[in-house]
């Protein structure tokens, strides 16, 4: 096992660690036996998975990627609220504005892990669902169809989910 990839591997999950574990409140000989926990932990672990990751999968880590990923995650929470009230408007109204149907969306993605981060960023947006995948393009069911042109449906649908998971899978 390489070097390089252990402690990487043991580095990040360790970070990954800390924040599940911090608290404003937590004393600092309770944080200690936490830290001291999560570094063995993450040593275990880091000894038996290591072998497990390839170069090409460290490279997720750089920085530049986790930022446009934590960039990514806000915009997906963003608009997971901006959905969740507006499918709110559309059950709570007495006729209910739906106009259900299927579009097919083309998506620039090449890699199977980030056509899965998009499709489950859509399926997890109240009133959208991913229902297949073929080559490049999603079959998408949405509960009102705004656009019958499946290239602006596709970015009204993919939002800015796509443009941060490129930079991501870059």
């Known amino acids: 096992m390489e070097e390089g990839k252990f402690a990487y591997v043991a580095v990040v999950l360790t970070i990954i660690w800390i924040a599940l574990i911090y608290s404003p409140g937590i004393s600092m000989e309770a ?14 672990i880091a000894a038996i998975t290591a072998g497990n990751f390839e170069d090409a999968g460290l490279r997720y880590f750089h920085p530049r990627r986790v930022a446009y990923f934590i960039a990514f995650l806000f915009i997906f929470l963003i608009e997971m609220i901006k959905a969740n009230l507006n499918m709110a408007r559309i059950v709570l109204s007495p006729k209910p504005p739906v106009k259900p149907g299927i579009v097919e969306i083309e998506t620039e993605l ?14 997890l947006t109240p009133g959208t669902m991913t229902l297949d995948y073929k080559d490049n393009k999603a079959y998408i069911h949405w509960v009102y169809v705004e656009s019958e042109d499946s290239k602006k449906a596709g970015e009204i649908i993919k939002g800015k989910f796509e443009k941060f998971l490129k930079e991501v899978y870059s």
């Open 110 to 123: 090449k890699q199977p892990s980030a056509r899965l981060f998009l499709g489950n960023a859509i399926t």
């Open 31 to 44: 944080f200690l036996q936490e830290f001291i926990a999560g570094v063995v932990v993450a040593v275990a």
